[in-house]
């Protein structure tokens, strides 16, 4: 049987078991959410020896060669020996700048990193608290305009890190683990194009991000944003979104309800083959999007979606 060694800890795992489940049974806390190699919460670094790993892909060059995998997409194998990933060794030190909710459940994180962040609009963190829980969150800040790094925490249900968020203060320090690049992002080769922007609940966070960069880079092509809520008090941007459709005649944005979905969606007519649709929330109401752009001929290289996973 393949020996897994962490620290002092000697565990003798079976053959080609999920290293994830390994390490949480033979008591090692690794923290995990979505268990499908997208948040990256449950990295692990590879000090001797090499898992079978599902996903090499998921990681960038510079951290699988630094030993980083995922252990939620890696079955061990062999001997392995390794190190979990330590925010106070690993992760990048910021305060919070502010925290203010922007709606019922909306929490807005402003935090301040203690060395500059190089990101691309639609990019999301690793955030960890400093009893060590961890949690992805999209960036909804501008890099380069925005002096700070903005999340919109969804705190709805009860969890380890909104609970924690909810009790969070100016001043307070966070840990900022891996960046990720994430299906999301603004082309400047798009300019010309159609642009349609499909938000659910907090899945806005990336697309408020990508909207404004798009405007920075003085898009000329019609943009189309619409917010899916539970409620109207949930349409947490809705000022700032009418703000910015008020300076730009291009921008079109429609803030909708589940009773409303169907008839907001409807509006939604292909008048370029060219059109490019962004979406992001949960994977029902994604598939949901998809579903009706492909229904109205959007072509599906065309479309790109981030799913905000529910924590496994």
């Not at 990933?85 to 925290?99: E, K």
């Not at 019609?222 to 949930?234: K, M, N, T």
């Not at 490019?276 to 109401?285: F, I, K, N, T």
């Amino acid at each position: 049987m393949p020996e897994l060694r962490v620290g002092e800890r000697r565990l003798a795992v079976s053959p080609a078991c999920n290293l994830l489940d390994a390490l949480l049974a033979g008591g090692v806390a690794v923290p995990y959410s979505c268990r499908a190699g997208s948040c990256h919460a449950c990295l692990v670094r590879c000090l001797h020896g090499e898992p079978l790993d599902a996903k090499p892909g998921a990681l960038d060059a510079r951290s699988r060669d630094q030993g980083w995998r995922l252990a939620c997409q890696c079955r061990v194998v062999d001997d392995l020996q390794l190190e979990v990933f330590d925010p106070l060794r690993d992760g990048r030190p910021a305060r919070i700048d502010s925290c203010d909710w922007l709606s019922p459940s909306v929490l807005r994180l402003r935090l301040i990193p203690q060395r500059p962040l190089h990101y691309r609009a639609g990019q999301h963190l690793v955030l960890w608290t400093e009893a060590g829980v961890a949690r992805p969150y999209s960036l909804a800040s501008l890099p380069g305009e925005d002096p700070w790094l903005e999340f919109h925490l969804d705190c709805r249900q009860s969890g380890a890190f909104s609970d924690a968020a909810r009790t969070m203060r100016p001043g307070d320090s966070l840990r900022l683990g891996e960046l990720r690049g994430g299906a999301l992002h603004y082309d400047p080769d798009w300019q010309a194009r159609p642009l349609w922007l499909l938000a659910a609940g907090t899945g806005l966070a990336p697309l408020y991000g990508i909207l404004r960069e798009a405007l920075r880079q003085e898009h000329q092509g019609a943009i189309r944003v619409v917010h899916l809520a539970h409620d109207a008090a949930e349409h947490y941007l809705a000022e700032s979104l009418a703000a910015l459709a008020a300076a730009h005649p291009q921008l079109q944005v429609a803030n909708t309800c589940a009773a409303q979905l169907p008839a907001a969606l409807a509006e939604l007519r292909l008048v370029s083959r060219r059109t490019l649709a962004l979406l992001c929330g949960q994977p029902h109401s994604v598939d949901t999007f998809a579903r009706r752009l492909y229904l109205a001929g959007v072509p599906r290289n065309q479309v790109f979606a981030d799913l905000f996973l529910p924590h496994a």
